[in-house]
């Protein structure tokens, strides 16, 4: 009997299956599948992933006691909010995935590292551009060039080989989807090469200590192709967001097994690349005078940091019968619930409305400290009333229409402070914490009546 030659996988999570099927079943997505020519050798990544682990043969287990605490070995890379995300500093030996729509400024931001970081000896390689190429982003970009060496290589083999052979402090791989192993058929960019290049690059990094950076294109849908795949293989993921159109770019730590996740950076893109922007409220906050309807300000924490985030809205008749809702940055559904709550435990009509909402500066926020400012923003757009732009919010809406207590309520006042509000709203539930009301006027609320009330006096 004829044995198969091809296998199916998800290129969504790089789930295996022997037959095509129209829905994944270890993640849930539909057409995912592609075909591609079975892999005949016998090490999977898999066997050579633990091959690193235990590279000595003597390798027994350790009680917790015995492991000695000798930290990781950090560096910094020069760009002081990277090194933040990554939780001080590059880890020797660490695998770092880049990822981002094309055009967000991945390929910049591994260049600008070897650039501000003269005593970093770097190697870059690039599947997608020329040497020359390179040399003239990296002549736009500016700083000091002489310890990054360029390779313009797709085949892994012949960049492990310079690798080894250059012995740099840091490998820049721009983009993984681009290079191949020739001991796979399957073509680049397929999840099997991406796994197996990913997984040999893996190794290289933990044999030999050096810090490893792959870039990653994200595919429409928002998943790094071979995604799934690449995010449990590697230390620590980053992931570019934003509009590129727009000039600001978020910098967001997803996973990270040296430091926190969920950490956040603000750069901006300038005609010398990537600016680190050090304080986001500045840039995020509105810059007009006159008070207009339908803007709020929240607190908003992204990781360990807070920062004020303007939230507009619009809202009118609808001109068909059917109204519009339409979020950027926000979670269209929640700001369904919050109308839901607005109009069942308010009264406010809402029904016949059609709602627009906008977060500032292309960002996407999840905390669901933001929904205060929502909800206020749409009544403020609603009855053409506007809130004093000295005023910001931050408390979650319940479905109840209570106003929930938010995490870290004092670093928000404390921001709130420093950027110059003079009163903020918070859920009376947060009454419990302690913080400085010098200089601010701190206004606990209960419900959405009530806070109403104080807002549109
Ligand atoms: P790039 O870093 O190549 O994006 P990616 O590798 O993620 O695909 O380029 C990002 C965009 O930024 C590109 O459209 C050109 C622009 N850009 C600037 O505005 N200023 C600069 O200094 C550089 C280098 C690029
Ligand atoms: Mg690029």
Redesign the pocket.
Known sequence: MATAKTVWFCTSCGNESPKWMGRCPACGEWNTMVEEPKKEKKSSAATRSRAFVATESDARPLTLGEISLTAENRFSIGLAEVDRLLGGGMVEGSMILLGGE??IG???L?LQIPLNCASLKTLYV?G??SPRQIKMRALRLGGDASSCSILSETILENILDQALAVRPDLLVV??IQTIYSDELDSSAGSVSQVKECAARLLRFAKETGTPVIL?G?ITKDGSIAGPKVLEHIVDVVLQFEGDTRGAYRLLRSIKNRFGSTSELAVFEMTGSGLREVLNPSEILIPMHKDDLSGIAIASVMDGTRPFMLEIQSLVSSAAYGMPQRNANGFDVRRMNMLLAVLEKRAGFKLAAKDVFLNVAGGLRVTDPACDMAVAVAILSSNFDLSIPLDSCFCAEIGLSGELRPVSQVQRRIAEAKKIGFKRIYISSFNKEGSWDETGIEVVPVSDIPALCRLVFK
């Open positions: 094309p055009g991945k390929s910049t591994a690039s997608e551009e721009d983009s870039i294109q």
